[in-house]
């Protein structure tokens, strides 16, 4: 896979405004494609190739994490990340963790932070697919062949031009790889919800200051 290549990334939340303002702040970087619930995704689905999911967890009939653990279970190499709102997140910590969810963001989230958590999830579907293909590449160079009695020997039937260094390229590749999947520990987040809670009331403190107070002369 290219590392140009744009990833397809499709956006789930059931309130329009917000898949309008995403479409058009992720446009220069993924192929985006939006829907309103769990349905008209799987139906998305269905109908493209989509790299990465980001979906709400508050939504009707389908939550956002029923959501991916269909993805997970349908299209296992789609990285999914889920939004969420601080009131929702202790309840959904465990069912994060069935749906295997690669980041997950709080709402509401600060958009030069949205973007390079998608940018990340990119790159990492990117190494994922150039590790398959490398993987398919060494598999060439030492092909397995059965014979007649059951035995199972190496056939060297491809030349190939440095196997140690497609070895030695595939081990970089696999180091520089975000491991695939994390179990999410309920105190970790449940502190960094509460640091990341303080960090935007201070903000928002700060802001309606400079507004009492006027502009700094």
């Known amino acids: 896979m290219s590392t140009n290549h744009k990833c397809a990334l499709l956006v789930v939340d059931d309130e329009p405004y917000i898949l309008t303002t995403l479409s058009a702040l992720l446009a220069p970087d993924f192929e985006v494609y939006t829907a309103d619930c769990g349905e008209t995704a799987q139906k998305i689905f269905q ?20 959501l991916l653990e269909w993805v997970r279970e349908s299209y ?10 601080f009131a929702e997140l202790e309840d959904a910590v465990e069912a994060i963790n069935r749906g295997k969810v690669y980041r997950y963001l709080f709402k509401p989230w600060r958009v030069d932070e949205l973007i390079q958590v998608l940018r990340e999830a990119c790159q990492r579907f990117k190494l994922e697919r150039q590790n398959e293909e490398l993987l398919d590449q060494l598999a060439e160079f ?37 491991p695939a999947h994390f179990v999410v520990d309920r105190a970790e987040i449940m502190t960094e919800a509460r640091q990341q809670r303080e960090l935007d009331l201070g903000r928002r403190h700060e802001d309606r200051g400079r507004e009492i107070s006027g502009p700094e002369r």
């Open 47 to 66: 109908q493209h190739r989509i790299d990465l999911i980001l979906t709400d967890q508050k939504m009707p009939r389908m939550s956002g994490v029923q």
């Open 142 to 178: 030492h092909p397995v062949t059965s014979y007649g009695d059951g035995m199972l020997s190496t056939a060297a039937t491809v030349e190939a031009p440095d196997p140690v260094a497609a070895l030695e390229h595939l081990i970089e590749a696999l180091t520089a790889a975000v």
């Open 76 to 85: 296992p190499q789609t990285i999914r990340l889920l939004m969420t709102g």
